[in-house]
T-cell receptor, first 111, second 116 residues
Framework: AQSVAQPEDQVNVAEGNPLTVKCTYSVSGNPYLFWYVQYPNRGLQFLLKYITGDNLVKGSYGFEAEFNKSQTSFHLKKPSALVSDSALYFCAVRGGFKTIFGAGTRLFVKA | EAGVTQSPTHLIKTRGQQVTLRCSPISGHTSVYWYQQALGLGLQFLLWYDEGEERNRGNFPPRFSGRQFPNYSSELNVNALELEDSALYLC???????????????FGQGTRLTVV
């Protein structure tokens, strides 16, 4: 069975500092990994995905994620955080035809 | 290109009533997913429809049901509403079986259901 874990409920970072939101996964076969962001009372917006190829994936709004097969991780990163990045972030893994989402990590970026 | 649309955006119902939520997928997408997001909780998978059939359902009671129409739009029905059904219900669409599997799902803005 596939699963995804986001070990941190909340991440706090100062504006301008780098940020990391962690995600680990478990899936049989090749994983398809995704990151989404959710702003208050809105649906989820797609940020980036890993399908195959380079382990470093670049996405929207300056975000990137690093796929690490040995550690089964897919951490979301940004070199310099903005206050407007404050939101709820979801990692998702797709094994077969079903997509499973993590519980979400709330990111607070302080000015 | 129009995104995933959900209606209504907000809904208030009384405990015991029934509700129907609607979702129109992106053109070309045949898969529709329903998720429940209760306050403070993550996304809980409800149902997955593809090509008009229910392909999978999450760990929810049978009073949660739905269907997918020939145009791939979908309805989520919840019977005998309970207070804990209050949540944001999100619909997402993607290419389905037999098509590209490595594409992301696109989400609608959700329906906020409040049960009083």
């Amino acid at each position: 069975a596939q699963s995804v874990a986001q070990p941190e409920d909340q991440v706090n970072v100062a504006e301008g500092n780098p940020l990391t939101v962690k995600c680990t996964y478990s899936v049989s076969g090749n994983p398809y990994l995704f990151w989404y962001v959710q702003y208050p009372n809105r649906g989820l917006q797609f940020l980036l995905k890993y399908i195959t190829g380079d382990n470093l994936v670049k996405g929207s709004y300056g975000f990137e994620a690093e796929f690490n097969k040995s550690q089964t991780s897919f951490h979301l990163k940004k070199p310099s955080a903005l206050v407007s990045d404050s939101a709820l972030y979801f990692c998702a893994v797709r094994g077969g035809f079903k997509t499973i989402f993590g519980a979400g990590t709330r990111l607070f970026v302080k000015a | 290109e129009a995104g995933v649309t959900q209606s209504p955006t907000h809904l208030i119902k009384t405990r015991g009533q029934q509700v129907t939520l609607r979702c129109s997928p992106i053109s070309g997408h045949t898969s529709v997913y329903w998720y429940q997001q209760a306050l403070g909780l993550g996304l809980q998978f409800l149902l997955w429809y593809d090509e008009g059939e229910e392909r999978n359902r999450g760990n929810f009671p049978p009073r949660f049901s739905g269907r997918q129409f020939p145009n791939y739009s979908s309805e989520l029905n919840v019977n005998a509403l309970e207070l804990e059904d209050s949540a944001l219900y999100l619909c997402a669409s993607s290419y389905g079986q037999g098509r590209v599997l490595n594409t992301e799902a696109f989400f609608g803005q959700g329906t906020r259901l409040t049960v009083v």
